[in-house]
């Protein structure tokens, strides 16, 4: 386990991937079309995911707030998730945290909105509609 | 709100509605992927889901300056990304192995699928961790063939050598476990 750890193996030498490869199976297993997998794809995905895990770390960390350089919080991640391209995937996941307090404000003032714009008669929402 | 001498604020996540179409609809389809799979598979606790914490710390701070911490929330946060990666990969990659008619997927429907999630940065670092993999497969079969000869050529020579040689052993196991793994049957 340790050795897991250190990225080496028995012999010290830098092992290729360290994520569990059987751990990877399973997740990509759960995906229900899928039906086999050569060991091959499985020792990329592996790879692939290290990588975007680095990737991942070092853009958030680079974007972060500014406020503490010496930390990469939950905050950085969040914010790169919603700002860059590549991470969009990942926005639903790593929401922007509120104060509860602040939220429940929103929502009381949004229904105020829309308590007047009905009563102005047009019936439009006046927001993005949802496709 | 009255917020009392002593009383925390209280945060919660705001989660927004995500845009409908490939990507807006992947954490849905991972919520009805995740709840189908659950009566057939075998351990389907959310916890095999995850990846080892030890291991993703370590390879994060490999990415960053030395002495940057890494806040528990955050880690996990990454964790949890990196699994929602692998779905989104193997989806991607489980297209291309469709379009070519096949049900295997293959090293190069994960390298299609970098390319089609924008992640052409990976493309060259994977292609040469392949190399590198074959190599060592190619090591290892030559390494155990080897062996083996070596084995038939002791049995012909000498008489009845009860000799255990358990590192033979511990190789024809690993090399049949994978081939195992690779006979990937459905489920």
Same mark, same amino acid.
């Given at each position: 386990m340790a050795d897991a750890v250190a990225g080496r193996d028995k012999c010290g030498e830098p092992r290729l991937v360290s994520l569990p490869l059987s751990r990877i199976r399973v997740i990509m297993k759960s995906s229900p079309e899928v039906s086999s997998i050569n060991q091959e794809a499985l020792v990329l995905t592996a790879k692939a995911t290290e990588l975007f895990v680095q990737h991942l770390a070092a853009c958030s960390y680079r974007r972060g707030s500014g406020r503490e350089r010496k930390a990469l919080t939950y905050a950085d991640l969040s914010k790169t998730a919603e700002e860059a391209e590549t991470f969009q995937f990942l926005a639903d996941i790593l929401p922007k945290k509120i104060l509860a307090s602040k939220y429940l404000k929103m929502l009381k003032e949004k229904r105020v909105e829309d308590e007047e714009e009905n009563d102005s008669g047009d019936g439009n929402d006046g927001h993005e509609a949802e496709s | 709100g009255r917020r009392g001498a002593g009383?925390?604020?209280?945060?919660?996540?705001?989660?927004?509605?995500?845009?409908?179409?490939?990507?807006?609809?992947?954490?849905?389809?991972?919520? %009805?992927?995740?709840?189908?799979?659950?009566?057939?598979? $075998?351990?389907?606790?959310?916890?095999?889901?995850?990846?080892?914490?030890?291991?993703? %710390?370590?390879?994060?701070?490999?990415?960053?300056?030395?002495?940057?911490?890494?806040?528990?929330?955050?880690?996990?946060?990454?964790?949890?990304?990196?699994?929602?990666?692998?779905?989104?990969? %193997?989806?991607?990659?489980?297209?291309?192995? $469709?379009?070519?008619?096949?049900?295997?997927?293959?090293?190069?429907?994960?390298?299609?699928? $970098?390319?089609? $999630?924008?992640f052409q940065r990976f493309v060259t670092p994977l292609k040469e961790a392949l190399e590198a993999y074959r190599r060592e497969q190619k090591g290892k079969k030559e390494a155990s063939e080897q062996k083996k000869k070596d084995k038939d050529k002791k049995t012909d020579a000498e008489e009845q050598d009860k000799s255990r040689d358990e590192d033979n052993e511990e190789d024809e196991e690993r090399l049949e476990e994978e081939e195992q793994n690779e006979e990937e049957e459905v489920d």
């Open positions: - | 009383r925390k604020p209280v945060w919660i996540r705001l989660w927004r509605r995500g845009k409908s179409g490939r990507r807006g609809g992947l954490r849905k389809r991972l919520e %009805t992927e995740a709840r189908a799979s659950a009566p057939s598979a $075998m351990a389907e606790r959310p916890e095999d889901l995850n990846l080892p914490n030890a291991v993703i %710390t370590r390879i994060i701070k490999e990415a960053l300056p030395d002495g940057v911490n890494i806040s528990k929330e955050a880690r996990s946060a990454i964790s949890r990304a990196a699994s929602v990666f692998v779905l989104y990969a %193997t989806s991607c990659a489980n297209n291309f192995a $469709m379009k070519g008619k096949r049900k295997t997927l293959n090293a190069s429907d994960v390298l299609s699928a $970098m390319e089609e $999630m924008e």
